[in-house]
């Protein structure tokens, strides 16, 4: 059950956020003016934060349930962890403060941050994909940081099909093809997944649970919280899909 657990929550935060990130390293190709960069940004400002949450999650039930591997996780892994973190904040801000201010030069900085940041989580992402099973990073990165690091704009241009109109719209329309934002969304939502799962399957975390005990508080916890994170997620897109999407 905690691995299923961790599972529904990892794979939920990369195909949920995993379109932020996208739509964030590809901000300069979809918007091309200040104004056309504030409303790609502002179809993704009402739901980061929630589906940033599904990583907390995850990270709750690693943490809880696998105390021995997350250790030795976090240890191997400490570069592109810490990298992660610091682009998880740089964009964060960015796309906080950039309403902050009513400059351009501020608003181009943010735009800034919001690409830099998103990079950095997603090439640090690649990284920790790449080293799952060996717990440190190995030769194998080489490729497949640059597929994970694809995988996640062409997830954020399908995404940015569906959410913005106009020019934006048109540009995420070459990058994700004639088919059908729907359909692209479906398949890099699918790719997303089996990344992940690809990934997490060569940990030994059935080997690394932890004592009866404490799963016999965290496992019920867990199972109360669950379905509140989605109902509150599936509420969230159901309110934003209707607003209309203003620059920030």
């Known amino acids: 059950m905690e691995i299923t657990l961790l599972a529904f929550f990892a794979v939920g935060y990369f195909v949920l956020a995993g379109a932020d990130l996208g739509i964030g390293m590809l901000l300069p190709h979809l918007g091309r003016s200040c104004d056309e960069r504030g409303r790609v940004l502002a179809s993704i400002t009402p739901l980061f934060m929630s589906n940033e949450v599904w990583l907390v999650a995850a990270a709750g039930v690693l943490v809880g349930a696998f105390p021995l591997l997350e ?18 904040v740089v964009r964060d801000a960015g796309i906080w403060l950039r309403g902050g201010v009513d400059r351009a030069a501020w608003r181009r900085g943010c735009d800034g941050a919001v ?10 992402w690649g990284f920790i994909l790449a080293a799952m099973g060996e717990r440190s990073v190995t ?7 640059p597929a994970v690091a694809a995988l996640f704009c062409a997830h954020g241009t399908a995404f940015a099909g569906l959410r913005l109109g106009g020019a934006p719209k048109a540009r ?3 990058l994700s093809g004639a088919s059908g934002e729907r359909l692209v969304y479906a398949l890099t939502s699918g790719g997303m997944a089996l990344v992940c ?6 940990l030994p975390l059935a080997e690394n649970l932890a004592d009866p005990a404490t799963l016999a508080l965290l496992t019920p916890a867990l199972l109360v919280i669950t379905p509140v994170l989605v109902a509150s997620q599936v509420w969230l897109w159901r309110v934003f899909d209707r607003a209309p999407i203003r620059s920030q």
């Open 172 to 174: 995420a329309r070459r």
């Open 197 to 202: 799962l690809l990934a997490g399957s060569r």
């Open 71 to 88: 250790g030795e996780l976090l240890s191997g892994l400490y570069v592109p962890s810490v990298a992660l973190l610091l682009g998880w």
């Open 139 to 145: 030769g194998s990165a080489a490729i497949v940081v």
């Open 115 to 124: 690409v830099a940041g998103s990079w950095a989580v997603a090439l640090s």
